[in-house]
C-alpha cells in the first residue's frame, strides 16, 4: 500500500516561488500516475498537473508555463514548482497517486488511488 504526504505549502506574496513536495512510503514500484490537484474554499477539487510512469507531463491551463511537475523515483518524492504565483492560486494541495500491486508477474490487477493530507497555499496579492 502507498502512503503520502505532501510539505512545503506556506504563505506567500503575488509573483513568488514555491516548491510542494510529495512524500510516498510503501511499494512504489508499480506507480502508474501521480499528480497534484487543489482545492480552494467553496470550490470543487481540481486537477492541476500530472506525470506518468514514463515521465510525461500535463497541466491544467490555467497553471502552464508557472507551474512544472517533476519526481525523483529513487527517492520515492514528486514535486510541484509553482512559479509566478497568482492569488488565484490560493487552495489546499494534493497529492494523488494511482498504482497497481507488484506481483511475481509484475503490476497487475486493480489500480488504486490514494491521496495525502493536503498542504495549504496562500497568495497574497
Known amino acids: 500500500q502507498v502512503q503520502l504526504v505532501e510539505s512545503g505549502g506556506a504563505s506567500v506574496q503575488s509573483g513568488g516561488s514555491l516548491r510542494l513536495s510529495c512524500a510516498a512510503s510503501?511499494?512504489?514500484?508499480?506507480?502508474?500516475?501521480s499528480s497534484w490537484y487543489r482545492q480552494a474554499p467553496g470550490k470543487e477539487r481540481e486537477f492541476v498537473s500530472g506525470i506518468t510512469r514514463d515521465g510525461g507531463t500535463s497541466h491544467a491551463d490555467s497553471v502552464k508555463g508557472r507551474f512544472t511537475i517533476s519526481r525523483d523515483k529513487a527517492k520515492k518524492m514528486v514535486y510541484l514548482q509553482m512559479n509566478s504565483v497568482k492569488p488565484e492560486d490560493t487552495a489546499m494541495y494534493y497529492c494523488?497517486?494511482?498504482?497497481?500491486?507488484?506481483?511475481?508477474?509484475?503490476?497487475?490487477?486493480?489500480?488504486?488511488?490514494?491521496w495525502g493530507q493536503g498542504t495549504q497555499v496562500t497568495v497574497s496579492a
Open positions: 494523488k497517486t494511482s498504482y497497481r500491486m507488484s506481483g511475481a508477474s509484475g503490476c497487475q490487477g486493480t489500480l488504486f488511488e490514494t
Open positions: 510503501g511499494d512504489t514500484s508499480c506507480v502508474h500516475y
